[in-house]
């Protein structure tokens, strides 16, 4: 990186830092927002309160602590001013949005939402919180996180009043399943004026019957995983499992494509679609070339899409996983200290918007050097098909 693009970054840093002033009503937390952002965009191993405040020259981590647990200012705030960011440099009226929970590993039961529970992300039933997320990525494979809610399990939490207030769970709070987390954000994203045209999310929201509905009631297309037992009724009216139905393909029924860039290049996959007894819903397969493994996805599709569109939807999803990893790598979206409810909200915001700076800057220093994105031609060609 030349001195220019660093001039340039620490340019952007400036604008962020004045984007946020209006948040804080004190000097000193405006102060330790700036400390903060600059600690979670360094080069270091961990990035919690303790070591953030030695990086940044304070003698004790006390100011972060207090910064993230009393200080006046909201973190609701900050997450809107994050959406008005990727609104401002990535907006497109191609974008996706994309749903997915992540867990954190914690230990002890203080933590706000904290218990045993399986994580997808750690890959086992484990002591963990879970954020409930929503990223938007753009046609040119920009993915930024735009919102988050804390999943607060039911039992263990709102049935244990005490519990709630020690951990600042908020009165008027109420269970929330993760698909309601996700029509809540999906309501927020517009009412603003990000620019989407897709949903997609894994299994989880894709078999859930009031997200769909609220989707549809919305007229929001979507590309969503379900599992391999559900139940459909094709064009010609023979009803059965999509599983099954996927047996009964023929060879000419699948087409090859990309879609994602992984660590070894491009994922190449065959995909079959297929039509429904509803013109607005259908179905697709996709079909590992290494092993044959399957994977279902329902479609609404009022717009009557093609073929290729739903491919790149349905391949929306890795960029979230891709959020998830840069985020937890680069700016500690799951290295915070903190057990309170609100505190743990003010981290990971901040810790979005240090990725979204991130995801700014590139996007600015890929258009300057005017490379082409292989993945948007590779969308063309397909689209041509």
């Known amino acids: 990186m030349s001195v220019v693009d660093l001039e340039e970054w620490a340019s952007e840093f400036d604008k962020v830092l004045t984007r946020i002033e209006p948040l804080f009503v004190h000097e000193n937390s405006l102060r330790h927002a700036g400390q903060y952002l600059r600690g979670l965009l360094a080069p270091i191993e961990r990035k919690n309160g303790w070591t953030i405040a030695e990086y940044v020259g304070e003698k004790e981590p006390k100011a972060m602590q207090r910064f993230l647990n009393l200080a006046l200012w909201d973190a609701d705030a900050l997450r809107d001013l994050v959406c008005d960011y990727a609104i401002e440099h990535l907006n497109d009226p191609r974008g996706i949005l994309v749903a997915d929970p992540t867990g954190f590993a914690k230990k002890g039961k203080k933590s706000a939402g904290v218990q045993r529970q399986y994580s997808g992300t750690l890959g086992r039933v484990d002591n963990c919180q879970i954020g409930t997320f929503l990223a938007y990525v753009t046609t040119g494979r920009d993915r930024v996180l735009i919102d988050r809610e804390l999943y607060v399990p039911e039992d263990s939490w709102f049935g244990d009043p005490a519990r709630c207030a020690e951990a600042g769970i908020p009165d008027d709070l109420t269970f929330a399943t993760r698909p309601k987390q996700v029509m809540a954000m999906i309501e927020r994203a517009r009412w603003s004026e990000l620019l989407f045209e897709w949903f997609t999310a894994d299994e989880e929201f894709g078999q859930n019957p009031g997200l769909r509905a609220y989707l549809e009631e919305a007229e929001i297309a979507y590309v969503m995983a379900v599992p391999k037992d559900t139940a459909f009724t094709d064009h010609t009216g023979r009803q059965g499992a999509i599983n099954q139905r996927a ?48 994977a279902f996805y329902h479609c609404f599709n009022p717009r009557r899409e093609g073929f290729g569109e739903l491919v790149r939807v349905a391949g929306a999803r890795w960029p979230i996983e891709e959020c998830f990893e840069a985020a937890k790598g680069g700016v500690g979206l799951d290295d915070y200290q903190v057990r309170l409810y609100h505190a743990w909200y003010r981290h990971v915001t901040l810790a979005m918007l240090a990725h979204a700076f991130l995801t700014v800057c590139a996007r600015k220093h890929k258009n300057k050097k005017g490379s082409p994105d292989p993945l948007l031609k590779d969308l063309k060609t397909q689209d041509q098909q």
């Open 247 to 294: 047996a009964r393909l023929a060879a000419n029924d699948w087409q090859r494509r990309a879609r994602g860039i992984g660590s070894k290049g491009f994922r190449v996959y065959d995909w079959a679609l297929i039509n429904s007894d509803d013109p607005e819903h259908q179905y697709m397969i996709r079909r590992s070339i290494d092993d044959g493994e399957l």
